[in-house]
């Protein structure tokens, strides 16, 4: 029963730990995301990157987000390899500076902390004061976490199980080195298996030389955790962080053995004392700042083993690449104009996504089809990044109406992502149906349905036009034209019950696929046409249920 109990209460404690670590860099991300980027990209020489990237490790409480940061900055270009592998040696210094405070008494802080930032986190309504109530909280339950942990070893210190442990690590110094190493990968967090290191040793739960191999192990823990999460990156990404482990791994499996077979665990501190592990964790990454001087030869070999992609047909062209710049952030009219550039860009890439459809109804081209579904992607990620720069973008010094009106572009933008998902969620799986089922449609369903394709693409233009214009006329036209495709779907649909009364065998046959089509195209331009309702608005021509009559009699004749 005492065993069952010690291993919930070191669960509980560590798992509050992980919580708490993750709360910091959650709280620290959301507050300063956007500058981060900036912040990394404007290191020019290995010293200066190597130092940006200790202050990020302290910031963010993780030397692997750091890594993972440096990745995707590679992958577009944005950091060279020397100064991204600089970042990241710097960054793991950062973290075993970070141990060293941890390690101090900070029990009476923890009350302030959870004082102030409870008061910030639970009443303040603004974005940055908010966060930093977050990231005071869980500061606080870091060091409530390690005094969990400490009060959790004390009671089977004595115990007869654990010497045998503590012992057999001692003993075995390559089991503690992979055991240090698995609790990094799989707790993502070398700070939080190192901090629980040193408590079991100030608590004597486990002796210095074990302690000592765990955390160098945790090193290479630590080490394989941006590998880990950048193997599905571009190869240019994945080669800082290759370059980092095979550093930091040489290192650490080199520093284990001396350290052990030549008894230099003396000159390195007191053999009784928990500070000797961050003495080690501290002195190991210095060390390894040494590489600086050959980081940029390091890339030769890298760049053999990870060779750059070769870039694809989507990825060539202007349009799969995002428009927006973080450096406008600070000027709130370029930002807003920059954010609508996205949004229009996502227009073009759904427009070429659509402009096939009716050539796969005609005759189904798998790779074709397939060509659309990574322009999706493409999308998906465009309506993330529009998200992401309008948060950031409401953070800085707009006015009430340029507040409202990057509300209104990024409600567009998910409305255009909807639009997407229709071309890719029905219009191609019905072509592909109709393919595999060998279905045909009649003449006159078929002129129907390319009439119906041809004015959403039109439309489309039509609505490109408005993202840049805000043009009031523009906008009461293509309103317009969205009322003129639900007349036509409403048409269409009639003239197909009309051909299934006369018994046409194909439209029978058809039926299903013909009645989703317009159906579908229908609900596309519906979702692109929602760029108009806000011009409408502002102009004061739009009522609760419908467009205020000016010279649209004609309209109304026509569906009646």
Known sequence: MIIVSFIVELMGATMLLLFAVRMVRTGIERAFGPSFKRVVTESRNRVSASVTGLVLAIILQSSAAVAVLVAGFSA?????????????????????????????????????????????????????PRQAGRIFLGIAFILISLRFLRETMEPIRDSSFLPVIADYLASDYLTAFIVGGLLAFLMHSSVAVILMCVTLVSVGAIPVIAGVSLVLGANLGSAIIPVWLSRGMQNGARRVPMANLAVRGTGALAAVYVINQFGLLPYLGVTTSAQTLINVHILFNLVLLVTLVMANRLEAPFLRMLPDDLASVEEQSPIYRSTLDDTMLNNPQLGLANLKREVLRMVQLVETMMAPVMELYSGFDPERARMVLVQDSFVNAALDDVRRYAAALQNTTLSEEDTRRVHEITEYAIAVEAAGDIVVKRLVPLAKEKFKKDIRFSDSGKGEINVMHEKALANMMLASNLVVSDDLESARLLLEEKQEMTLLERKSRKRHLKRLSDGVQISFDS?????????ALRDFNSHLAAVAYPILHRGGQLLETRLIDQDFDDLDVRQR
Not at 511 to 519: A, K, R
């Open 511 to 519: 039926s299903d696929i013909h009645l989703e089509t317009v159906g």
């Open 76 to 128: 577009t270009g944005a950091v060279s390899f020397g100064v991204g592998l600089s970042v990241v040696l710097g960054a793991d210094l950062g973290s075993a500076l970070l141990i060293q405070i941890f390690s101090f008494n900070l029990t009476w802080l923890v009350p302030v902390l959870l004082a102030i930032g409870g008061g910030l986190f639970v009443k303040s309504e603004r974005r940055k």
